[in-house]
């Protein structure tokens, strides 16, 4: 809660305490599970209320441009870019929160299949019965996996075994049993329960993604704003990225 004084004709000051703030947060999926962990922090200390609406790439560049406002996103550093090249962003205030690569998944008690090499992730993708990602035009994970099976010359095996979900855990199917093989970024296997990460893609396959916080212009809480962007950015939110799947940005 935060406080102020006011002074009383008889000369006494004494805390009252102000209207709480309210945060608004358009975010990128990948940032889920440290973001709300850090925005309940951010609500304990302070009494402000941080509200966040998650979207995949695809479903907040459409938001953005359709005119939907908030006081903070969170985006990838490209994104940022042309976000802030379009005036949609408040010069100087963007942050660096994290990095994180795509992963594969299987169900927590299957064996682990071999994704050591360019070529071992390709034969275990023809071997596998069935695969689930995020729809390549929906997510920045399976936009980038789409190029990496044209890449490996298997894109029309994946296609005839694989299920394209719009957003959020893509691998929850993985831990029901129901598909075989899942591969999203990583932040965003580990928090589900059922399923084991069998490692990151093959380094020479693999896609590092930046996400970066910033105030949007025209919002209405601009300087709470600024304090929870410093939240996210102090050692407790490094800490908190890093523990989820991030790797600190450099």
Same mark, same amino acid.
């Given at each position: 809660?935060?406080?102020?004084?006011? =002074?009383?004709?008889?000369g006494?000051l004494?805390?009252?305490?102000?209207?709480? +703030?309210?945060? /608004?947060?358009? /975010?990128?999926?990948?940032? @889920?599970?440290?973001?709300? /962990?850090? +925005?309940? /922090?951010?609500?304990?200390?302070?009494g @402000?209320?941080?509200?966040v609406?998650?979207n995949?790439?695809?479903?907040?560049?459409?938001?953005?441009?359709?005119?939907?406002? #908030? @006081?903070?996103?969170i985006?990838? =550093?490209?994104?940022?870019e042309?976000?802030?090249?379009?005036?949609?962003?408040?010069?100087?205030?963007?942050?660096?929160?994290?990095?994180?690569? &795509?992963?594969?998944?299987?169900?927590?008690n #299957?064996?682990?299949? @071999?994704?050591?090499?360019?070529?071992?992730?390709?034969?275990?993708l023809?071997?596998?019965?069935?695969?689930?990602?995020v %729809?390549?035009?929906?997510?920045?994970?399976?936009k980038h996996?789409?190029?990496?099976? $044209?890449?490996?010359?298997? #894109?029309?095996?994946?296609?005839? *075994?694989?299920?394209?979900?719009?957003?959020?855990?893509a691998?929850?199917?993985?831990?029901?049993? $129901?598909?075989?093989?899942?591969?999203?970024q990583?932040? $965003? &296997?580990?928090?589900?329960?059922?399923? *084991?990460?069998?490692?990151?893609l093959?380094?020479?396959?693999? *896609?590092?993604?930046?996400?970066?916080?910033?105030?949007?212009?025209?919002? *209405?809480?601009?300087?709470? !704003?600024?304090?929870? &962007?410093?939240h996210? !950015?102090? %050692?407790?939110?490094?800490?908190?990225?890093?523990?989820?799947?991030?790797?600190?940005?450099?």
């Amino acid at each position: 809660m935060r406080w102020r004084t006011f =002074a009383f004709s008889l000369g006494c000051l004494v805390p009252l305490p102000t209207v709480a +703030a309210e945060i /608004s947060v358009l /975010s990128a999926g990948a940032v @889920d599970v440290p973001l709300s /962990s850090l +925005a309940e /922090s951010y609500q304990r200390e302070t009494g @402000d209320k941080v509200e966040v609406k998650l979207n995949t790439m695809g479903g907040l560049r459409q938001k953005v441009a359709a005119g939907e406002r #908030a @006081d903070i996103v969170i985006v990838t =550093a490209k994104a940022m870019e042309e976000l802030e090249t379009l005036g949609s962003i408040v010069p100087g205030s963007t942050v660096l929160l994290g990095e994180v690569g &795509i992963g594969v998944a299987v169900r927590e008690n #299957a064996p682990l299949p @071999d994704i050591s090499t360019a070529e071992a992730f390709k034969q275990t993708l023809l071997k596998a019965k069935s695969i689930v990602l995020v %729809n390549p035009t929906k997510g920045t994970s399976g936009k980038h996996l789409a190029g990496v099976f $044209e890449r490996l010359g298997i #894109a029309e095996a994946v296609k005839q *075994k694989a299920v394209l979900a719009d957003g959020g855990h893509a691998v929850e199917p993985v831990a029901r049993g $129901e598909i075989e093989l899942g591969m999203q970024q990583i932040s $965003e &296997i580990l928090p589900v329960k059922g399923v *084991k990460l069998v490692g990151p893609l093959p380094a020479e396959l693999q *896609k590092i993604t930046t996400y970066s916080a910033a105030i949007m212009a025209g919002g *209405k809480s601009q300087e709470a !704003a600024t304090a929870f &962007i410093h939240h996210l !950015a102090s %050692n407790e939110g490094r800490a908190t990225f890093v523990a989820k799947g991030f790797v600190a940005p450099r």
